[in-house]
């Protein structure tokens, strides 16, 4: 299972790279020049090899955006990165910490003003046109460049050898035109660059990217055909070579231009749709160059609100694939903790290829992210991504475990449990059980239809601010193809409401910088409840029982222990409960 981490750089290596971007920008005499951590999908993991952020800043997060300056720069990252940038960050850079409901552009926007950069360059092909028209909000001139930054890095584009494949029978059984019949109308289009959208869309997966099930493409939605551009040399399985409605079509680079004139030719198309968001300036260059403003259309989500509302097939197949996923967590903290019980030298590294080889061993085809095996004061890192063959579990240690999975569907699981090895102190016991108690409040909501995500994420807040304690990422995202999907969304700025049928995570924490951290996340359904009419509430697809050892019972209200043990009771019936175990 490849965790896509093909290019590792030195101090001096990033150093040099700054170097050579200050002459280029000295050169065009530019103020600034704006790096994304994308690449030309604008996906959110990308390989190493593809990411310009990181061989001019070092920062391995999945998500942070660079300015660049004559002298030095900014790293603008959110909490989930605070402890991981200052760590990973070259020392020319400064690290801008974004504060928990601010966001990482509103940021760095207010920073372009007030440093008064009047001259900005950018990647074209790995900027978002949102991102570029709110650059061309502050009134300054933009330098759009392709290549440029790679030439000087030396990224590197290899094509995935593995081959586009359909979903089998049961897997596909809504169709492309079920679902695209849900999003436009006769003489529209849809232009998709986000290729989890795309995968879901037409029912093929290719696993061309690490910790992603999707393939690589680009592709026009038409009520009648999808026609689908995908770089050359890519090998298609045979049976999607004549799809009636599914036509595939090679594109050599910049090749979208020419399969955009050639449908403006064949089609009579009133409006196509694209997102602001999810399409790269340079997409938007070509789409408007062939389609005039009456039918170039921005629209947000339509296919993420679609796609958020599971079918009674995928529903199926995301218990199938959790029910896997289940048991490789579980197996992995049994014998994490049975070697360090047996004194065996246990690493950070041991645990992290302990997790990977017991989702392989469960019929895994990869991670659907990088496994997060955290031990000790590592914990409190939120995305810590640096396991260690030197940090040896010792006794009262907190272990973090965050990981998720792909199975054959293609279908992306995502669970994080925290467990202790040996016995824990209080402080410990009196964080995990906060957690615990803003999981289980939240888990067992009961709401009207029509409620946002905000107001479960202050159920799941509660319990720990009472304390003083609160974290600096959202309560919940969504999960389909990608580990993260729109449509779903539990944090204090969620102002959509969450719709029955979908599926995504609740997932609160406390992280203790340089002591420990703890996380607790379950992936749930959002069902019509049985029991009260126009009411939702959350089915758990995530059972795996939690750590007795940490749990403090007499935190725990008596409605709070009724929870816990119907939740454990649903483990034990799995074999997956630490308490009947």
């Known amino acids: 299972m490849s965790d896509g981490l093909d290019v590792v750089l030195t101090s001096k290596q990033i150093e040099s790279n700054l170097e050579k971007i200050c002459a280029l920008m000295a050169k065009a005499e530019l103020d600034g020049y704006y790096i994304s951590g994308s690449d030309p999908y604008l996906n959110e993991y990308v390989k190493r090899s593809m990411n310009h952020r990181y ?12 300015l660049l300056l004559p002298s030095g720069g900014r790293l603008y990252v959110d909490g989930r990165y605070h402890e991981q940038a200052d760590s990973e960050t070259h020392q020319a850079l400064t690290v801008v910490k974004v504060e928990h409901g601010n966001s990482n552009r509103k940021q760095l926007l207010s920073d372009i003003f007030e440093l008064k950069i009047k001259r900005l360059g950018y990647e074209s092909d790995r900027t ?29 584009s290899e094509l995935p050898t593995n081959p586009i494949y359909a979903l089998d029978e049961f897997e596909s059984k809504e169709s492309y035109q079920d679902k695209i019949s849900k999003i436009i109308g006769d003489n529209e289009a849809l232009f998709l660059s986000q290729l989890d959208q795309i995968s879901w869309l037409v029912n093929c997966r290719g696993f061309h990217l690490p910790y992603q099930s999707i393939f690589l493409a680009r592709m026009v939605a038409l009520k009648e055909q999808a026609l689908i551009f995908v770089p050359e040399g890519i090998p298609i399985e045979p049976k999607l070579q004549n799809h009636p409605f599914l036509t595939f079509i090679y594109v050599k680079s910049g090749g979208t231009l020419q399969q955009l004139v050639t449908l403006r030719k064949n089609h009579q198309i009133d409006r196509i ?66 070697r360090f019980e047996c004194e065996e030298r246990v690493s950070e590294q041991d645990f992290y290829n302990q997790t990977n080889t017991n989702y392989s061993d469960g019929g895994a085809i990869t991670q659907s992210f990088k496994t997060i095996s955290a031990v000790g004061k590592n914990s409190s890192i939120i995305h810590f991504g640096q396991p260690s063959s030197k940090n040896i579990i010792s006794d009262g240690d907190l272990l973090l475990l965050d990981s998720g999975a792909y199975y054959k569907n293609g279908f992306a699981t995502d669970t994080t449990r925290t467990f202790i090895a040996g016995e824990p102190a209080p402080w410990q016991r009196e964080i995990y059980t906060l957690v615990l108690k803003g999981l289980l409040q939240a888990q067992n909501a009961v709401f009207p239809v029509g409620t946002w995500g905000a107001s479960i994420d202050a159920l799941a807040r509660t319990p720990m ?117």
């Open 273 to 338: 749709f694209y997102s602001k968001s999810s399409v790269t300036a340079e997409d938007y260059h070509y789409l408007s160059t062939v389609f005039n403003e009456r039918i170039l259309t921005p629209q947000e989500n339509m296919v993420a609100d679609v796609a958020a509302k599971k079918s009674e097939t995928e529903i199926v197949l995301f218990k199938e694939a959790f029910a896997r996923a289940n048991q490789a967590i579980f197996k992995t903290i049994k014998d994490v903790i049975r």
């Open 465 to 581: 601010q009472r304390l003083g304690y609160d974290y600096a990422h959202g309560t919940g995202h969504g999960i389909g193809v990608n580990a993260h999907e729109a449509g779903y969304s539990i944090s204090p700025k969620s102002n959509r409401p969450l719709v029955e049928g979908s599926i995504g995570s609740i997932e609160p924490g406390i992280y203790l910088p340089q002591k420990g951290g703890v996380r607790l996340e379950n992936i749930v359904l959002v069902e019509a409840h049985p029991k009260f009419s126009g009411m939702l509430h959350f089915v758990p697809l995530t059972c795996i029982g939690f750590e007795p050892k940490l749990i403090d019972y007499k935190m725990l209200t008596s409605e709070e222990q009724v929870m816990l043990v119907d939740y454990e009771e649903l483990c034990r019936k799995q074999g997956t409960s630490f308490t009947w175990s």
């Open 55 to 66: 061989y001019l800043s070092g920062f391995t997060g999945s998500t942070g955006d660079l």
């Open 128 to 156: 978002s046109q949102l991102t570029v028209e709110q650059f061309k909000e502050l009134e300054i001139e933009l330098f759009p460049s392709i290549d440029e930054v790679a030439q000087i890095v030396g990224s590197k």
